[in-house]
């Protein structure tokens, strides 16, 4: 059964003209649809359009949630021509009464020139829309007026949910208002007010929005405790979404357009950005408006730091990456878990004071920069500045991983350990209003520079840069995997080699790794910019061993003295030491043992030990004399045996009286031979004991 009540739905009646739908009975549609459209505008005394009291429409199928739900429509409108009136309630008014789906839908729309648009409420028993997976959607259009003849003045919103409930399983709830407040004071009218213990809440996946805008300078959203009667449940509204829950609002920046009172929790991600409704009843972001945290003014779109504290999610975005005015923390903030502030259209985030949650996103469109004495204590930070820098290093952050991107500058200053890593965190997208992940796999920039002031400093994630990259640690640098370093030269800073690990990472140039060089201290080295370095604060010491060396007495030194070194670490070689040796032995230094000694540098920063070597000048070895009283034994028996004519000389005649010769004819024919004997020269006589016989 489809049921339609229609009392002038064109809605072009004049003064005293139209109809007015009030009804306080039951319908129960077994799945058909129901729509109620009115059009009223009274000649006095406001009243609504559309009244429901206490009545029941059910479009389930069989009255339970297990089937399917027909739609549920009511669209009115309700004003006067006649200026203030005095008496004017919403122009859809649902008081104590239950609206119930399950697949289908609810639409509500409401538009008064004379107070609410739709209005929400109960004077005796609890409101009630509810749905499956059915959608709530309630626009309404209010006007703040004052009662002729009184100077009271009568409550007005764009959309009013008070002392009533609202709730899907996995269908959305959409609350768009906007209210017309030029000429009251902002005390008691908003674009969307919640109060008096008002539940919105979806418990299987379905989002919830609340967009709304004040003309002037009341809130585009409230969300207040107001005052519950007795017996009523609840004395404070909240607001429970299973997944995601968007809070946008806007008014003429003159006071806090939006005003958080209750908690308000999300499954997965509370975002809060500027945006509101038009006269027509369509809602858009605000992208230029700035956002503020814990500001003291309280003025324009500001969370205070007792708002957050009320809201409850995985994640709290500020912004989204639409926004383009800028995000600034002008008070100390402290989250329970993840906080993004996300200025994606090309906004700037400056944090003037302390931010504490359990993970970060900053995400800026510009530059994200960070005032002394305005610390961030996070266990994992991501901060990106599409088009400017990232500078946060005025202050001793606590955090535990960092990761991120910058158009210009990446600069970090850690109080305690750190890990350079792949971080995520969620955003929000503004044209889908859904969440969005934000990941940095690996830092990129054109300059990086990321220091712990205590503790070490990891690389769990690669860094490139375009001018150059500065990474200190206060103790060691640890790689943590093969990740490296890319683009422009780099150094790494550690107070210590021992107990680092470098994860293939190697330095360039003569002098890979420097020493006895600290950050902005005491450094006694020359950093080639166009190379890569390790460079530590500590000193390794290397010794010099001088050779030992000899000489004789009046001779000149050895034109060099050699040396070896050891000591040498991580892979140095001696390349970077100079110097020179000495000694003090000269051309007529007696013979004797003298020191070698030198001076020694290194390049690199090792302090050198030098352990002296030994000259040692000796006389020249004694030669032995010849001996003058003899003739040195020799013999030539074979040298002339060869060639020389057959003569050889007599010491006799050839055949002369034996007795010349004396008795010993063999001495005499000896003697012939015994001194440079040469057979062939000898003569054969044949005589006995001749030459012959030889």
């Known amino acids: 059964l489809n049921v339609v009540f229609n009392a002038d739905a064109n809605k072009t009646s004049g003064a005293g003209e139209g109809g007015q739908i009030v009804y306080n009975g039951q319908i129960y549609t077994n799945g058909g649809n129901v729509a109620m459209s009115a059009g009223w505008t009274p000649n006095a005394g406001g009243s609504s359009a559309i009244a429901l009291n206490g009545a029941v429409v059910d479009t389930r199928v069989g009255r339970t949630d297990a089937g399917a739900g027909g739609n549920v429509v009511l669209d009115g409108f309700s004003g006067t021509l006649f200026g203030n009136i005095n008496n004017s309630s919403a122009a859809v008014l649902i008081n104590s009464s239950q609206i119930s789906t399950s697949t289908g839908s609810v639409t509500i729309n409401g538009t008064s020139t004379t107070g609410t648009g739709v209005e929400v409420s109960a004077s005796q028993v609890p409101a009630t829309i509810s749905t499956t997976s059915g959608n709530v959607a309630i626009t309404g259009l209010g006007t703040g007026r004052v009662p002729a003849g009184s100077g009271a003045l009568l409550p007005s919103a764009g959309v009013l949910i008070s002392r009533a409930s609202i709730g899907t399983v996995s269908g959305g709830i959409v609350l768009h208002g906007y209210v017309n ?39 585009g959203v409230s969300i207040a405790p107001g005052t519950t009667p007795a017996g009523l449940p609840g004395v404070a509204p909240a607001i429970t979404g299973s997944r995601n829950v968007v809070l946008r609002a806007a008014n003429n920046g003159t006071t806090d357009a939006i005003a958080i009172a209750a908690p308000v929790s999300a499954g997965n991600v509370i975002d809060l950005r500027p945006g509101g409704t038009d006269a027509a009843g369509v809602a858009s972001d605000a992208p230029a408006t700035p956002i503020t945290l814990a500001s003291p003014a309280a003025v324009g779109f500001d969370v205070s730091a007792a708002e957050l504290g009320l809201l409850s999610a995985p994640t709290i975005v500020a912004g989204s990456n639409a926004q383009t005015g800028d995000i600034s923390v002008l008070g100390p903030v402290a989250v329970a878990r993840g906080l993004t502030l996300q200025t994606g259209g090309g906004g700037n985030i400056a944090l003037n004071a302390p931010v504490a949650a359990v993970s970060m996103g900053l995400l800026a469109g510009g530059s994200v920069s960070q005032a002394a004495g305005a610390p961030i204590t996070a266990g994992t930070l991501l901060a990106r500045a599409t088009t400017g820098s990232v500078l946060l290093g005025s202050a001793a952050n606590n955090v535990g991983t960092v990761g991120g991107s910058a158009a210009g500058s990446f600069t970090f200053v850690n109080a305690g350990a750190l890990t350079l890593g792949q971080v995520s965190v969620n955003g929000f997208d503004a044209a889908g209003n859904q969440p969005q992940t934000a990941t940095a796999a690996s830092m990129a920039a054109d300059t990086v520079f990321v220091r712990t002031l205590a503790g070490d400093l990891a690389l769990g994630a690669d860094v490139s840069s375009g001018s150059g990259a500065d990474l200190v640690a206060a103790a060691r640098f ?155 034994p020799n013999t030539y028996t074979f040298d002339r045996n060869i060639g020389p004519a057959p003569m050889c000389y007599a010491t006799g005649p050839l055949d002369g009286d034996r007795a010349a010769q004396g008795a010993d004819v063999l001495a005499r024919e000896w003697s012939r031979v015994r001194s440079r004997p040469n057979l062939l020269s000898c003569v054969d006589t044949e005589r006995r004991n001749g030459c012959a016989d030889f």
Do not use: M
Not at 201 to 218: P, Y
Not at 544 to 555: E, L, M, P
Not at 571 to 584: I, K, L
């Open 181 to 219: 407040d030029t000429a009251v004071s902002p005390a008691t009218r908003a674009g969307v007010l919640v109060q008096d213990g008002a539940q919105l809440a979806t418990t299987g996946g379905g989002d919830i929005e609340l967009t709304g805008r004040a003309v002037a300078n009341g809130a």
């Open 478 to 632: 640890q790689n943590l995997g093969a990740f490296g370093i890319a683009g422009a030269p780099w150094r790494v800073w550690a107070d210590t080699w021992l107990g680092e690990s470098r994860g293939g990472l190697f330095g360039s140039g003569t002098t890979p790794s420097l020493y006895h060089c600290a950050y902005l201290g005491l450094c006694t080295v020359a950093i080639s910019p166009a190379d890569n370095h390790f460079i530590y604060a500590q000193q390794p010491v290397a010794t010099v061993v001088i050779g030992d060396q000899s000489r004789f007495y009046r001779q000149p030194n050895p034109p060099f003295f050699t040396y070896s070194i050891s000591g040498l670490i991580l892979g140095d070689t001696g390349v970077s030491f100079s110097g020179a040796t000495g000694t003090t032995a000269n051309f007529f230094s007696p013979p004797g043992l003298y020191p070698i000694t030198g001076t020694f540098q290194s390049a690199a920063g090792y302090a050198v030990n030098v352990v002296p070597g030994t000259l040692r000048v000796a006389l020249l070895p004694v030669l032995p004399l010849p001996d003058v009283l003899r003739d040195v």
